[in-house]
């Protein structure tokens, strides 16, 4: 155990650093993978040239592949406003370089004609949504929190969830107002996209998350998003701190690993 104190507006609680939940999916060079837009499924060749095989399968003194990678597809990623805008922060400049405190809030997806949230006009009645409504039941109201991690239900089949047959549920404009308001700087979820797969081309929720378009960099632009994470069963609702482990690249995505560690209230 590596307990750490955390203080928060007057709060102390304890948290565990030697004890990590992983919200990354495993990168499985195999094609078991979700597959969103039917986006490329990450592969890995051997390297060869110059009488070398980068495979020891195959005669080689070592393993030496090249990766191909398409984070928005297949794998947990995190975004930058880099993903709408060459001139904004890449994911190498928005990641944080610190623990983050995190809110984790399970909410129940529901139909788009149950609800009077809005969309872009894209929607269908049919469609599942995360409603402010149900979002703002679940998430208590605690100061200092920079992040959040939302899990959609029911969590079924996630991992390796074919999103063109299936498409995924995504938040009406008034959910993802809400997060902004609430001053969350770091957005996790289980869900391919902040968007409906079919939008019109316009990424009205990523819009609002940023704040774009405006001109310069506000703060807002320092933002990410992390899409396709997915949280371990048994994993209760509450305060946590993130690390967002993301590579340093120099673009808009990179696949990434949130690791959360529990918080708990000292008495
Ligand atoms: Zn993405």
């Not at 922060?89 to 529901?110: D, R």
């Not at 807002?220 to 609702?237: C, F, K, N, S, Y």
């Not at 993130?242 to 529990?262: G, I, K, W, Y």
């Amino acid at each position: 155990m590596i307990e750490a104190r955390v203080t928060l507006e007057g709060s102390t609680y304890r948290a565990d650093l030697a004890a990590g939940i992983d919200l990354a999916l495993p990168v499985d060079f195999n094609g078991r993978n979700p597959s969103f837009y039917d986006l490329p499924q990450p592969r890995l060749t051997a390297v060869e040239g110059g009488g070398f095989v980068g495979d020891t399968a195959r005669g080689g003194s070592c393993n030496c592949s090249t990766l191909e990678l398409t984070p928005h597809g297949s794998m947990t990623h995190t975004e930058s406003a880099a993903h709408l805008d060459r001139n904004e922060a890449t994911i190498a400049e928005a990641a944080p370089n610190q623990l983050l405190v995190c809110q984790l809030v399970s909410v129940q997806t529901e139909l788009f004609s149950d609800g009077n949230e809005s969309y872009n006009g894209f929607e269908a009645a049919e469609d599942w949504i995360v409603s402010a409504a149900a979002l703002q039941a679940n998430w208590p109201t605690l100061p200092g929190v920079q992040s959040l991690v939302i899990r959609t239900l029911p969590d079924k089949g996630k991992a390796r969830r074919d999103y063109g047959q299936q498409p995924a549920p995504y938040l009406s404009h008034e959910a993802i107002e809400l997060i902004v308001a609430r001053g969350v700087d770091h957005l996790v979820l289980d869900l391919p996209s902040l968007d409906r797969h079919e939008d019109g081309g316009t990424l009205p929720n990523h819009r609002i998350f940023w704040q774009l378009p405006k001109g310069g960099r506000a703060a807002a632009h320092q933002r990410t998003l992390t899409e396709l994470a997915l949280v371990p069963q048994g994993i209760p609702d509450g305060l946590y701190l993130l690390d967002l482990q993301v590579p340093r690249m120099l673009c808009d995505a990179a696949p990434s690993r949130p690791l959360l560690f529990s918080l708990e209230l000292e008495r």
